[in-house]
């Protein structure tokens, strides 16, 4: 079996920053696009970063510039630097990967969600 196992979330104040792990585990034998999307409470879900497995990144509009997405290729895990947090980027954040158990066998997987609250 592979999993995603995501860690970071937590609380912070406006202007604060967190940072979000998203490490695969299991038999894996490649893994191409890893990202990020979020769901805000009675808010459909939407892509934050994305990543590919050679460096290409892309970001929503709301989070250029302010969030930082890379991966360790080596470790199966991606980051998520997010910095001048907002009230607005209050969601659950959910990391996901295309990855394959082997030649032929691609998939998406999803985290289990983590989390992230600003507030004063």
């Known amino acids: 079996q592979v999993h995603l196992v995501e860690s970071g979330g937590g609380w912070v104040q406006p202007g604060g920053s967190l940072r979000l792990s998203c490490a695969g585990s299991g038999n894996i034998f490649s893994i191409n696009d890893m990202g990020w999307y979020r769901q805000a409470p009675g808010k459909g879900r939407e892509l934050v970063a994305r990543?590919?497995?050679?460096?290409?990144?892309a970001y929503a509009d709301s989070t250029k510039g302010r969030f930082t997405i890379s991966r360790d290729n080596a470790k199966n895990t991606a980051y998520l630097q997010m910095k001048s947090l907002k009230l607005e980027d209050t969601a659950v954040y959910f990391c996901?990967?295309?990855?394959?158990?082997?030649?032929?066998?691609?998939?998406?997987?999803w985290g289990q969600g983590t989390q992230v609250t600003v507030s004063t």
């Open positions: 990543i590919t497995n050679d460096g290409n990144t």
């Open positions: 996901y990967a295309v990855l394959a158990v082997n030649e032929s066998s691609w998939f998406a997987l």
